[in-house]
């Protein structure tokens, strides 16, 4: 059965550093989203792609966080510099956009800023 | 380090018994729903989804209900198993395809 990958697995990071995280949607999902996990809460939505363009990114701390996915297939979500408040889970989604709004869930990657 | 999140609603039911589990939507015009289970470390898994255009959708021991009057949403499994603890979430999504998640509430199953 296809799968959302996502990688690094955990990340645990000094506040002020820079950190990465990848995802590779379904093959085939044009839709892709990060969402930001805090423990004991609904994950909530980052960013949106539809193929290689942002669709919604309102809730992205742009100072910050950058998110790109410059071929539409795989994805990168960027902190630049990290903050002990972005302690999370940062899980990637993705959508076959050709009816289902059903999303798909990576395993997501932990974050621990200390 | 990480903080301390919201205490989630829990649900104790012994094995073999029949679990439901609620949800309020707070968006009429939302005409997509799905319920999610997420055990500890992973993503949300998908387990069944409804449109607003019905009011009760089954899957493998699995029913959910849609009250769109009072906007209420329930998760219904038969049979409770060990495997079934977890924490299960409710979404809500409308035409933009962003879904937005309720906060939770989780299932323990004792023996």
């Known amino acids: 059965e296809a799968e959302v990958a996502q990688s690094p697995r955990y990340k645990i990071t000094e506040k002020s550093q820079a950190v990465a995280f990848w995802c590779d949607p379904i093959?085939?999902?044009?839709?892709l989203y990060w969402y930001r996990q805090i423990l004991g809460q609904g994950p909530e939505l980052l960013v949106q792609?539809?193929?290689?363009?942002?669709?919604?990114d309102s809730q992205l701390p742009k100072d910050r966080f950058s998110a790109e996915r410059l071929k539409g297939v795989d994805s990168t979500l960027k902190i630049q510099p990290a903050e002990l408040g972005d302690s999370a889970m940062y899980l990637c989604?993705?959508?076959?956009?050709?009816?289902?709004?059903?999303?798909?869930f990576g395993p997501g990657t932990r974050l621990t800023v200390l | 380090g990480e903080s301390v999140g919201l205490h989630l609603p829990t649900l104790s039911v012994q094995e073999g018994d029949n679990s439901i589990i609620n949800c309020a939507y707070s968006?009429?015009?939302?005409?997509?729903f799905i319920w999610y289970k997420q055990e500890s470390g992973k993503g949300p898994q998908f387990i069944i989804d409804?449109?607003?255009?019905?009011d009760k959708r089954q899957g493998q021991r699995v029913t959910v209900l849609l009250n769109k009057t009072v906007k209420h949403l329930s998760l219904q499994i038969a049979a409770t198993q060990p495997g079934d603890s977890a924490v299960y979430f409710c979404?809500?999504?409308?035409?933009?395809?962003?879904?937005?998640f309720g906060t939770g509430t989780r299932l323990q199953v004792t023996l």
């Open positions: 989604a993705s959508r076959w956009t050709g009816g289902s709004n059903t999303q798909y």
């Open positions: 093959s085939g999902h044009a839709t």
């Open positions: 792609f539809q193929d290689e363009s942002v669709v919604d």
């Open positions: 968006n009429s015009a939302s005409d997509y």
């Open positions: 409804i449109r607003s255009n019905m």
């Open positions: 979404a809500e999504g409308g035409t933009a395809s962003k879904l937005t």
